[in-house]
């Protein structure tokens, strides 16, 4: 069965610093990958999203993502984090029959200043 | 302003009393979907809709219904609700691209969300 997994529940970082988020994917066919960002009592908004192509992928808010079939990753960066950036990120798969999708866990993020 | 809404925000509710909570979206989007969020398990899928008349479970389906006679509307319904639906509820919808496959992975827009809490 599909899933996707979050290992990190909690990341902190200080603002400017450097950010990565951790996603696994378990998929039998090429997934259709996706991040999105929940502000606190805000709904999702999509990030960006990888269907095929070019590994590397640029969103939003200066954040991208890299594909890596290898190891069954699609791991969310920034640069440089912003105090705005604080929020909750999911990674999400979704499959070959389009109506369904599959949510990680979710990562909070914590900006210090 | 595209969205898509959501009622009510938040409820509270006793065990077995019948309630629906209604998402609507103007987008003229055929595809709608209800997601609960639940601390730790992130969002699951409950049910979807890829267009009126047609509805099929998600990964959570069990104790809730649905429904999708326009396409702008997509109730959820929880017919004898329990403490264990005690959760945050979104509604999403999506548009999609002509014939192809990839237009279906358009973007998924967000309703603010239902706190929901059965005693």
């Known amino acids: 069965a599909q899933s996707v997994t979050q290992p990190d529940i909690h990341i902190t970082v200080s603002e400017g610093a450097s950010l990565e988020l951790r996603c696994n994917y378990s998929?039998?066919?090429?997934?259709?990958l996706f991040w999105y960002v929940q502000s606190p009592g805000q709904g999702l908004q999509l990030l960006l999203k990888y269907f095929s192509g070019d590994t590397l992928v640029q969103g939003i808010k200066g954040f991208e993502a890299e594909f890596k079939r290898s190891q069954s990753s699609f791991n969310l960066r920034k640069p440089s984090v912003h105090w705005s950036d604080a929020a909750e990120y999911f990674c999400a798969v979704g499959h070959t029959n389009a109506g369904k999708s599959t949510f990680g866990e979710g990562t909070t993020l914590t900006v210090k200043p | 302003e595209a969205q898509v809404t959501q009622n009510p925000r938040y409820l509270i509710t006793v065990t077995g009393k019948k309630l629906t909570v209604t998402c609507s979206q103007n987008?003229?989007?055929?595809?709608m979907s209800w997601y609960r969020q639940d601390p730790g398990l992130g969002l699951r899928q409950i049910y979807y809709s890829m267009n009126v008349e047609v509805t099929d479970k998600g990964d959570v389906p069990e104790g809730y219904k649905v429904s999708r006679k326009e396409k702008r509307n997509f109730p959820l319904i929880l017919e004898s609700p329990s403490p264990n639906q005690t959760s945050l509820y979104f509604c999403?919808?999506?548009?999609?691209?002509?014939?192809?496959?990839?237009?279906?992975?358009?973007?998924?827009?967000f309703g603010p969300g239902t706190r929901l809490t059965v005693l």
């Open positions: 987008m003229n989007h055929e595809y």
């Open positions: 999403a919808s999506r548009g999609t691209s002509g014939s192809s496959f990839l237009g279906s992975y358009n973007e998924q827009f």
């Open positions: 998929y039998g066919a090429t997934p259709y």
